[in-house]
């Protein structure tokens, strides 16, 4: 449980041996390669047409398979997988190019006719529309011509207008061809002396001329026209079914687009290389306990090599790799989300698991919430497969679980109910009643738990105190920690003895928990300002002494540790004292419903603000008084993907 030492390898390489020397490194899993921030391309433009080729060839097919699928219940979706392969499979993927290079300009094709295709149809949609009004229309269209002295014209009209205007008096002939309630198609003659009135009174009665002729009927082009349409739906259902055809190939798909995207970045690395006529040098950073490792790898590749390793101090940079046991690494996840921890400093991920873990099994608090938390948490995490964000989030619920069924039994509290007096286990819980319990501290009436909740508080300040003493004691300044840790720690240590003592708990402490304070106080302030000059150290006293309120204040920020157990458990006894009565003839079903759906509902809402909550309080209370953030997670060189993982890691 601590950070890694990480050391500096500098390789100087036979320039055609690049590729393979590469390799070996890249199979050790311990390598990242020191890039030039000048370095911008990437690789060869062959590898970026490939990928480019291959990313849309694999997103056209998992868009276009899903699409089928809904519409074709003959047809399976397929499903957003990272896929497990062995490094050597991964290595040798390259040999599915002869594979799957003829797929990709297949898709390419199927998408070009696809568009194609579509385009067509859309166009042959309108033009059927645009007949569709006239389909009433027994008259071809070419009986409507002109003559050499009058003009004849097609169009429609709304019928109310075509019948209003039909009586009126007007320079021209209108007749009704065929109507609906709504639209009418209305044919105008008139002499060419009268057009400017004629088509001044049209324009008034919202006449819409059509341009359609020829030797055919309205009835006959629609149904033209859909000829052409199911013609070009076949197509477009071959092309799917082209599409499905591949479906299986997706995998070795991906597969390859990872390896695209490993020589992708191998190239960009390689063009930050320093270079002679027939050598090259790259620097990397390597785990110190990794060396030897990548030593033996080089030496089994067979290549002519220089190495030299030279260990990285703590006040220098270098990437942060923690070793952590699997429980703790899956809490690393928290400390991530805020940032990681900076090269050369404590790693206070285990300390942290515990009071979240705690916390999270106190917010909860029930035996029915502790197991469905540790069994789906399992099982989610589990059929994941691989070290995600999402995974260690499942594995820390499925841990919370098992705190928050400890503090279910010390509460007597499976789904709201009491279990085990009703087993006769315990004549009363644990833990005292979450309302009614209450201590009196200096004559203030102070509920228990609530008490608890700033207890745990404290603790974990004087943890955050003590944390950053020993970072301080790691780095040499032996007088900073005991002055700005440890006497602050032993403060608050003289606190908690003396509330306990004013609430009856413990007895006679009340002086000796005062002097504690006192003492603490004054060696605080006193050595505040050691490090100052002039009037500095005076002011620096003064701050110090301040500082007490915001001790107070962060104190007080665990009320909400108590104010959410509260709720949540209030929460369950009403859903089950609701529930519980129900269960007997058609009215259990409604039990029933009530049962799950109110639990279900009290668990997303109480997993939610447990872990919002509790992250709050270890970003802030506790990482605020030591934490060095802004590390940079050690990434190997070829590691990274977005399909695949290396499953014999």
Known sequence: MAIAKMSRMKLVGVKSEEDTILAALHKTCSVQIISSDSVTEQSSDLFVDKFDRLSFACDFLFNNVNRIAKIDKSAEPVKEEVYGV?????????????????????????????????????????????????IGLKSKFSVFKDTANTKVLLGLMKTAQAKALEETEAPCIVNLECCDSITAVVSVIYHVKDEAETLALLSTYGFNRTSFSGDFTAKDKVGELNSLIKKTEKELLVLDQRILSYAD??????????????????????????????????????????????????????????????????????????????????????TNLYSPPKYGTIDQNFIMMIFFSVFMGFIMADMGYGIIMTVVGYLMAKKIGRDTGTARLCNIIAFGGIFTFIFGVLFDSFFGYGLLRQLGLLSQPIMPDAINHKLDVAGISVPTLLLLSLGMGVVQIMASLLMK?????????????????????????????????????????????????????????????????????????????????????????????????????????????????????????????????????????????????????????????????????????????????????
Request: charged letters at 20%; hydrophobic letters at 45%.
């Open 86 to 134: 062995t490094y050597d499979n991964f290595v040798s993927a390259l040999s599915l190019e002869e594979e799957i290079n003829p797929i990709v300009d297949d898709l390419y094709e199927i998408s070009k006719k696809t568009v194609d295709l579509k385009a067509d149809m859309a166009s042959l949609v309108n033009e059927m529309n645009a007949y569709k009004p006239f």
């Open 249 to 334: 190939r997706l995998k070795d798909m991906k597969i390859l687009l990872d390896r695209y995207s490993f020589e992708l970045e191998k190239g960009k690395d390689k063009k930050g290389f320093d270079r002679t006529d027939s050598t090259f040098l790259m620097e990397a950073y390597v785990p110190t306990e990794a060396t030897e490792r990548v030593e033996e790898a080089l030496k089994n590749a067979g290549v002519k090599v220089y190495t030299q390793f030279e260990v990285i101090s703590k006040d220098e940079f270098a990437p942060t790799l923690m070793k952590n046991n699997k429980v703790t690494r899956q809490f690393e996840f928290v």
């Open 469 to 649: 003493a020993a970072a301080c004691f790691s780095n040499g300044n032996i007088l900073d920690g005991i002055f700005d840790g440890v006497v602050w720690a032993v403060f608050l240590g003289g606190l908690i003895l003396l509330v306990l003592d004013l609430a009856g708990v413990t007895h006679g402490l009340t002086t000796a928990s005062a002097i504690i304070m006192g003492v603490s106080v004054v060696v605080g302030a006193l050595t505040a300002g050691r490090h100052e000059k002039g009037f500095g150290k005076v002011s620096k006293s003064f701050s110090a002494v301040y500082g007490l309120i915001n001790y107070m204040s962060d104190i007080l920020s665990y009320a909400r540790l108590y104010g959410l157990m509260l709720s949540g458990a209030q929460i369950a006894q009403i859903v089950t004292s609701m529930s519980l009565p129900m269960m007997h003839g058609a009215m259990s079903i409604v039990g029933v419903l009530i049962l799950i759906i109110g639990h279900v509902f009290n668990i997303a809402m109480g997993l939610l603000g447990a872990y919002i909550h509790d992250s709050r309080l270890q970003y802030i209370e506790f990482y605020g008084r030591f934490y060095e953030g802004e590390g940079e997670l050690f990434q190997p060189f070829g590691t990274k993907f977005d399909n695949i993982y290396f499953a014999d890691k």
